[in-house]
C-alpha cells in the first residue's frame, strides 16, 4: 500500500441542529468577527437568519455578502474579497451549497495570495492560507465543507478553474441536515448525484487508499437507499440525514483521492451551458462508467453490491452490467435530463465539443480514470449523451 496524504478540518461537528453550535465553535476557534458569506435565497429562506440569531445572542458581530451566484465566477469573487476587506474580518462564513462554499474558501485564500484566481488552477497547490473559514453546508451534494478543492468559472476564458491545497481547506465545519428539508426535487436529486458521483470516482480513482475507500463504500449505499424518498419526501429526517452524512463522506473520499473523469467532463458543461453540476454529473455517471467499467472491473462490481444494484453471487463481469443499468434506472426515477432535452443549442453543443475536451483533460481529473480517455474519445462521450 502506498503512502495516503490526508487533509481535513480542525473541527468537524455534524447533527441535526447543530448550527446551534456556530458561536461556540468561533469561541473555541478565538475568532470574533466573521464575514457570512451566502446568497440571497438562502437570505429569504431563513436560513442566514439561523446562524446570525446564534452570533447575536453570543454578542458575536458580522457582516454579510449575500451577492455569490451559481457556479460562482471570478467577478463574483472579486465583489467577496472588497466585501471583506471593508472591514476587520477576522474569518469567513461559508453558510449554502457548494457555490457559498467555494466562494468563501476562495475570498479566504485570494486575500492572502496575489494575483487572479486563475494563476493558481489546479494542478498548482495554493498551500498559503487566509483567514480561517468555517463552512455550513445546506444541500448535502458537493461536500466542500471536508474537501480541499474548490471550483471558480473564469469570465474571460470561459474555464470552470479546479483550486486546491491546504488553503482551501476549512478550519472548521458545521454539518446540520435540518438545513436541507427546504430543498426542491431537483436541487435533492442534483446534489445527491453529485454526491454519488464523488463516492464513486474516489472509489475507482487511480489515487484511492485504503482510508479514502472507507468513507466512499460507507456513501454509496447511504445516496441508493435514500436519494428516492428524500425527493419524493423533502421532510423525511431519515433521508436528509443520511444524504447529508453520505455528501460529506464522499467529500472526505474524493478531496483526498481525487475525482475522475465524470467530473474533468462535467465542468465544461457548467463553465459553457449553464447547467448545474451535480445534473451535469448526472447526464455522464452512466455513460462514463460504461467506458470505464472494463479497466476496473472489480472495484465497480463492488459499487454494485454495496448500493444492491447486484448481489455477491453476481460475478464481477455481471455486476458491472447490473451498475450501469442501475444508474440509468436511477437517472429515470431522478427525471435526469439530456443535454438535448435541457434547451441547450445543438449547434454550439457540438462546434464546442473541442475546446470541452481540451478543458475536460488540462483539469487533471481524467488522468484519474481507470481509462484514461483520449480527446476523441471524450468528445464522442459527449455525443454520446446528448
Known sequence: MGIGRIQSP?????GGGVASESADVLQQLGLSKPLIVTDRTLVELGHVRRVTDVLDAAGIAYGIFDGVIEDPTDTCLDEGLAAFHASDYDCVIGLGGGSP???????????VNPGHVRDYKAPTQIDKCGPPTILIPTTGGT???LTRWCVITDTVKTEKYN???????????????????TKPWRITADTAVDSLTHAMEAYVSRRAFAYTDAFALSAMPLIAKHVRAACMDGSNAEAREGLMLAASQAGMAFSNASVALVHGMSRPIGAHFHVAHGLSNAMLLPAVTEFSVGHAQSRYAECARVMEMATSSDNDAVACGKLVEGLRRLNDDLRVPAPSEQGLDEHQYFDTLPIMAEQALASGSPQNNPRVPTAEEIIQLYKDIW
Do not use: H, N, P, Y
Open 143 to 145: 461536500g466542500s465543507e
Open 163 to 181: 483550486l486546491s491545497g491546504l488553503a482551501a481547506v476549512a478550519t472548521a465545519a458545521i454539518i446540520d441536515w435540518e438545513f436541507t428539508v
Open 10 to 14: 480542525r473541527i468537524i461537528r455534524i
Open 101 to 111: 462554499m467555494d466562494t468563501a474558501k476562495s475570498i479566504s485564500f485570494m486575500s
